[in-house]
């Protein structure tokens, strides 16, 4: 967390969370767009289904440590990149969840007892 004196941690930018949820499918599209391929030309040189990978591409299904090291395989970016786009996702996405918020919020505090 990032800390400046006189100036509310929760201001801070880089202390931020979007309010908007960007799958990492949309910035594999991109990147698919960016190098002249199709989804179907992408998903055949990897050896999977391409309905499969579109569901990815449109955020209805995780990337998968699989999907992540294909793409590393037929694009040559690191697998890292897309696990860690997919859990600061699935972060973000639970985190706008209310309910297991407070939830966690009554675990903490019964914690802070002890």
Known sequence: ????????VERIANNMTS??????????????MARG???????EQMGV???????ILNG???VTTEYA??????????ANIWIGLQSAYNMQ???QDHSFMKRLEK????????
Do not use: C, W
């Open 37 to 43: 391929l199709t989804q179907k030309e992408l998903a």
């Open 69 to 78: 090291l294909l793409l590393e395989a037929a694009l040559g970016t690191d």
């Open 49 to 55: 289904s391409y309905t499969v990978f579109n569901e």
């Open 107 to 114: 675990i903490r505090r019964i914690a802070a007892v002890f």
């Open 93 to 95: 996405r639970v985190k």
């Open 1 to 8: 967390m990032v800390k400046v004196k006189d100036i509310a």
């Open 60 to 62: 209805k299904r995780p």
């Open 19 to 32: 309010s908007e949820l960007i799958h990492p499918g949309e910035m594999i599209k991109d990147e698919i």
